[in-house]
């Protein structure tokens, strides 16, 4: 049932509100004026020992599933100090990569049946590590075969780009950063900030999507473009990579999510006056180093488009080049499920004006269940 939208996909972006709630649901605890916030996760309360003394976290996905994985790595590393490697689950099996009993292997996945991240389980399993099960739907293969596991509980979605299951997923190994690290002295600022963070984001979440119509704008402006490239850093490296994923899997256009720390080392051999260039730019401590960015790509007469915290369009367009897209500010590592939004919305608009079928994109399907 769409309600009042015109597509599934369109639905589940402005759903973010809701969906991020119910996966927050009994899963935070503000406590009293004495009492300390945290974090209830029920399916792996007995197993948080285990994971704090692995030897590494292992993230394992495909698509948008990875990218949320990527999104949240920074945080997980620096509430569990723990290491944390990333696996594509297909090249992890091409590769038959050591997996070891020490390890902890969380599997990220909305379907908990793509093909691809399920034998990688299974090879997981064999190799005797413990295995985390990351899922939106109950009862589904990856949510049984894992040794233990949250489901996201962000609903069903029909859509075949994944939208909030996105933001859930992110929000879920923000929630599990914290569960897992310890709460020390030091630290317990930095989670009070989190915890607060996760109980406004749905109001943040609202906020940004009031940035449709804009959105709307600025796919007019895109949409006879051949390409798109998309520049992320730190925390918001997973969102150029799911918002050039986006604009590719719906849109059809050609779009590539690019680590600005790596721009000089090729991508900047790209740049001119006609291809746009989304670089995120919002507040954190990449800042600098994106504003450096910014003024390398006007050097070279880049058509950029900066997205930056509320308020801060004076500091990312020094003398109003290009055009910005301004986004509530949030703790650092809740951002990426902000700004992913705008990109969200603009795959959208995209997909419409150039007439794609928005919820079956040619060639695709939802749930990969084949290899
Ligand atoms: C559970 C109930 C929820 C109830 C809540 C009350 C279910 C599915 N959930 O939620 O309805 O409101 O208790 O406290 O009955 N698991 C895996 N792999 C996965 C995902 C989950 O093994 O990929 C396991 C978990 O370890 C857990 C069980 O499935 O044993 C349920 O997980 P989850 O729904 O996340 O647990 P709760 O949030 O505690
Ligand atoms: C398919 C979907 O390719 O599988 C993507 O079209 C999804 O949206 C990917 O990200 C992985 O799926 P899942 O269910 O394992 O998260």
Redo the contacts with the bound molecule.
Sequence with gaps: NKGNYEHYMQKEIHEQPESLKTTMR??LIRGGSCKAKTV?????KD?FKTIRRSRRIVFIGCGTSYNAALAARPILEELSGVPVTMEIASDLLDRQGPIYREDTAV?V?QS?ETADTLQALEYALENGALC????NT?G?A????????????AGAEIGVASTKAYTSQIVVMAMLALAIGGDTISSQTRREAIIDGLFDLPNKVREVLNLDQEMKDLAKLLVAEQSLLVFGRGYNYATALEGALKVKEVALMHSEGILAGEMKHGPLALVDENLPIIVIATRDSCFSKQQSVIQQLHARKGRVIVMCSKGEAVSVCPGGLGRVIEVPHVEDCLQPVINVVPLQLLAYHLTVLRGYNVDQPRNLAKSVTTQ
């Design positions: 009994g899963r209830l996760l029920g399916g792996l197993h599997f996945s908990g985390v099960g990351i899922t109950v589904s990856i949510a049984r075969h894992t040794h233990c596991g949250v489901h996201i509980n």
